[in-house]
Each structure stands twice: as structure tokens, then as C-alpha cells.
């Protein structure tokens, strides 16, 4: 329900900014709303019922009606317009806030943790009524409502900051009816469970705040864009003929929206520098329209009326194909007059020590031709 509704207020192409904006002001003002209404149910609740598990969980809320706010500000501070320190735009703020929120979710986990544990060292006895347990589910309904709201526009405004609240009220709504089962059971046995639960409730918001911290964190130092996405904007832009190969994307993230992007394209030899020109000129304004993204575009020269170049261009990515490591060969150009052989290689992950690499395609490359001169570049799997 909630994640359609989220993907058709969007477009489907690219973000708009302001269907964007206006979907994470949505979610983050309901979710003051009617965080502030459950904590304060659960207080009411908690106080009579002498539960400090439910009391907790008052709180928590509270600390999500907070995390709303901190997106909101955050949404606003990203909005901000470029300026001469920073052309690009604030647009990586919002990552900052989405940062802030899992810390107060971590914090709240630690908090929670040390009230439960004097619970459990002087345990109280806890006092329920059916009504407050009609109450507590209602809040609980509420509680799981919301945080599909948010994951899902979370998910489809590229929020971490929603998704990182989102997430915290799924978390709250295990630990909740958690709670009130503990209730029940102290109510039914006399145990008194309640510190432990409260202990098994803190537990769950440290392992989702240490989770939504590492996610966050990760958006920061910059994450591999997404495979489809990558596939998607290479076949756009090989639809421009006589673009014959595209590599060596890299995507540089400036916040949810606001991307630039760079690609390498090879072209024939035989094609003039205007057709060239023409063509990546086209290539890139379609690219802008249909994913938002700018593109700058990088010019390999592919030799096509040259057969012997073009059965050595296989012979040599047979070759490097056999080292450990290697994925694919491009760039391929052969120099005659000084036997020079120039190609780019794409590794993955695996190779660490780029000169031991080098040194051993070179070693295959001249063992099967030792006059030959090689000069390479080595690029890790971007895309």
C-alpha cells in the first residue's frame, strides 16, 4: 500500500526535487504528530501501570518525534542554494542528519539499557488493566501504520533519514508487544519480568542503531551505485551510434539528488572529431533528462579498418582474461611504427597490489611477444 503510493508520487525516471521535498516533509510531520500522541499515552499508561519497559518505550517515542525534526531541519539546510565554497550544493546534509538520527537511536538503546538493568537488580511489581492494554494496541496499530509509511517513502525519496526512523518504529513495535506480554505475564504470575524485557527492548534499539549507523556511514564515504542503474545508463548511451563501447562509469554523489557522473565511450577511428562531439553532445543531454545525472564523457579511439590490430586486440584480451583478477579488457590501441601496445583493464576486488598485477599480465603479455612494448591502466570495478 504504502510503498506504491510512495513510488507514484515520485516520477519514475528520476526525483523530482520537489515531489521529493514534499513527500519527506509529509512523513516527517506525521510522524511528530503522532509520535508525540503515543508517548504520550504510553506515559499515562506507564506511570498507573508502574512499568518501566512501557515508560521506555514513552520515551523512545519521543526520540522519534525528535528524529522527525532533525529530518525536516535537515531536509531544509540541504535545500540551501550553491555558493562559491560550496558549488555543488548542501545536498549531502541530509546524509549528516540521517547520521544524527541513528546516533540518538544508539544512544536511546544505551539509556533504556541502564534503566533496565536497576529494574532487574530492584524489580517493582507492575499493575495493568484491560484498558490500558486496549489502550497500548491501539498505540501499537499506530506504531507499525508508521513505520511502513516511512520505510516506504523512506525507499522511494532515497532518504536515509526516513528509512533510519522507519526502521526504529518496526523495531518499537516488536519491542512494544514484547512489553505488553511481559505485563500480562506479571499480571497473570506476579514474575517480574519487566526489567528483563526492558533489557531485551534496549537490545533491540542498540542493534538497529549500530545497523542504521554502518548504513548511514556508508552513504558518506560513497557506495557502488546500483547495478541496474549503471546497466541502464550504459545501454541509453550506446544507443547513440557510432558509439561502440561504454566504461569505466563512476557516479559522485552530492547528495540524494544532485549527481555527476563520468564515462568513458569508445568510438571508430574513422569518425571525425565533430561526429564525435555531436554524438556524446546527444548522449549526454538524453542521459540528463531520463536519470538526472551529468554526464562528462571520455573519448577512446577504436581501431576498426585494421584487421591485423583488430584479431591482436583479441589475441591480447585472451591473454589478460587468464590472470586472476582480471574482468574485462577496452581501450585497446596499437601503436606500429614503436610495436606499442596500450589497453585499459578492469579488475575486481580481489587485486590489492596493483604493481604485483601489472607486473604479471606483463610477464603473460611478453611471453608470447617480447619485442613488445605495454603500457596500461588498471581500473577497479566502478560500475
Known amino acids: 500500500m504504502f510503498e506504491n503510493w510512495g513510488k507514484t508520487l515520485l516520477t519514475n525516471e528520476k526525483k523530482s526535487p520537489e515531489k521529493r521535498s514534499k513527500l519527506i516533509r509529509l512523513a516527517s510531520a506525521s510522524g511528530i504528530i503522532a509520535n508525540i500522541i503515543f508517548a504520550g499515552v504510553k506515559l499515562v499508561v506507564g506511570t498507573i501501570a508502574n512499568s518501566v519497559s512501557i515508560l521506555s518505550d514513552a520515551v523512545n517515542n519521543l526520540s522519534d518525534a525528535l528524529s522527525s525534526v532533525i529530518t525536516l531541519a535537515g531536509l531544509k539546510l540541504s535545500e540551501r542554494p550553491p555558493d562559491r565554497k560550496h558549488p555543488l550544493g548542501y545536498g549531502r546534509i541530509e546524509y549528516v542528519s540521517g547520521l544524527i538520527v541513528s546516533v540518538i537511536v544508539l544512544m536511546t538503546g544505551i539509556e533504556f539499557l541502564k534503566t533496565s538493568a536497576q529494574r532487574i537488580l530492584q524489580p517493582q511489581d507492575v499493575y495493568f488493566t484491560a484498558a490500558q492494554l486496549i489502550v497500548l494496541s491501539i498505540t501499537i496499530l499506530g506504531k507499525w501504520l508508521l513505520s511502513r509509511f516511512h520505510i516506504a517513502a523512506g525507499k522511494a525519496a532515497d532518504s536515509d533519514s526516513l528509512i533510519a526512523s522507519g526502521t526504529d518504529a518496526k523495531m518499537d513495535v516488536i519491542a512494544s508487544v514484547v ?9 497473570l504470575t506476579g514474575w517480574h519480568v519487566d526489567g528483563y524485557v526492558g533489557a531485551l527492548l534496549s537490545l533491540f534499539i ?70 564525435a562531439y555531436e554524438t556524446m553532445t546527444a548522449a549526454q543531454k538524453d542521459v540528463l533528462h531520463k536519470f538526472g545525472i551529468y554526464f562528462t564523457f571520455g573519448l577512446y579511439s577504436v581501431n576498426t579498418y585494421d584487421q591485423e590490430i583488430v584479431a591482436m586486440r583479441e589475441h591480447v584480451r585472451q591473454i589478460i582474461l587468464s590472470v586472476p583478477g582480471a574482468i574485462s579488457l577496452h581501450a585497446f590501441n596499437y601503436d606500429k611504427d614503436n610495436h606499442m601496445i596500450r589497453f585499459d583493464i578492469v579488475v575486481d576486488f580481489s587485486v590489492h597490489n596493483f604493481s604485483e598485477f601489472r607486473k604479471q599480465v606483463t610477464k603473460e603479455l611478453l611471453r608470447h611477444d617480447p619485442s613488445a612494448q605495454i603500457q596500461m591502466n588498471i581500473d577497479l570495478d566502478y560500475a
Open 179 to 187: 512489553t505488553v506480554v511481559a505485563a500480562v505475564v506479571a499480571k
Open 206 to 275: 542498540l542493534y538497529t542503531g549500530i545497523g542504521l549507523i554502518r548504513d548511514t556511514l556508508s552513504s558518506i564515504i560513497g557506495e557502488r551505485p546500483e547495478k541496474e542503474l549503471a546497466e541502464n545508463i550504459k545501454a541509453e548511451v550506446l544507443k547513440y551510434e557510432p558509439i561502440m563501447g561504454a566504461y569505466d562509469l563512476i557516479l559522485h554523489n552530492y547528495g540524494p539528488v544532485n549527481s555527476l557522473g563520468s564515462l568513458n565511450v569508445e568510438i571508430p577511428d574513422t569518425v571525425t572529431v565533430e561526429k
